[in-house]
């Protein structure tokens, strides 16, 4: 739970950094979806550098790109697929906050469920899609072993050594998006998987 308290005032200080700031906060909000799913899951090793769309001049944020983070629940989470689509199989979700977008008109959501949260964002066409996927506890850990928890040298099994790191952040850049994993010592104490164009 603390780690969750500390994840959502992060999320917070990001979005009043950018100029907003959380409009609407609670679990009253519509539901994202009806069949209770839960998740402990798996981060696929497949990847669909697909888009939707193909850029066109200048225009290099409509090229969207899909990343997979398999379930064993048997639900996908695909970063950069439309939002409704992705958010319905999940079930109910625990708590929600909104805030106005720092990269675009509109608002980004955040969907907290047992041990992730999933976010929301506004394209430049004015549709959805999901941003980021982030992992809030180990209640949920992929397929590759990554979860909340695990340590370094696990954290190299699952992904490799090509990544940078920096303040005890390691990134991974894998076709159109960032896979972030936080470690204090040697321990993780958070995973993220965020679009890097949307």
Do not use: W
Request: glycine fraction near 12%; include cysteine.
């Amino acid at each position: 739970m603390k780690k969750l308290a500390i994840l959502l005032l992060a999320l917070t200080m990001t979005l009043a950094a950018c100029g907003g700031e959380p409009v609407q906060s609670g679990s009253d909000t519509p539901s994202a979806g009806a069949d209770g799913t839960t998740a402990s899951g798996t981060l696929s090793d497949d990847t669909a550098a697909d888009t939707t769309a193909k850029p066109s001049g200048d225009d290099k944020t409509a090229a969207l790109a899909a990343y997979e983070c398999k379930l064993d629940s048997g639900v996908t989470i695909t970063i950069g697929g439309v939002s409704a689509d992705v958010l319905a199989p999940l079930g109910d979700h625990i708590d929600y906050m909104e805030a106005p977008s720092c990269v675009r008109d509109g608002t980004d959501k955040v969907y907290t469920y047992d041990g992730f949260t999933v976010t929301s964002s506004p394209r430049a066409d004015g549709s959805e899609c999901i941003s980021e996927m982030s992992l809030t506890s180990d209640a949920v850990a992929f397929e590759n072993g990554l979860t909340i928890g695990v340590s370094g040298d696990d954290v190299t099994a699952a992904l490799g050594e090509d990544f940078t790191e920096q303040f005890g952040v390691r990134k991974y850049a894998v076709d159109g998006v960032t896979i972030s994993v936080i470690l204090d010592g040697d321990a993780v104490t958070g995973v993220s998987v965020a679009l890097d164009t949307y």
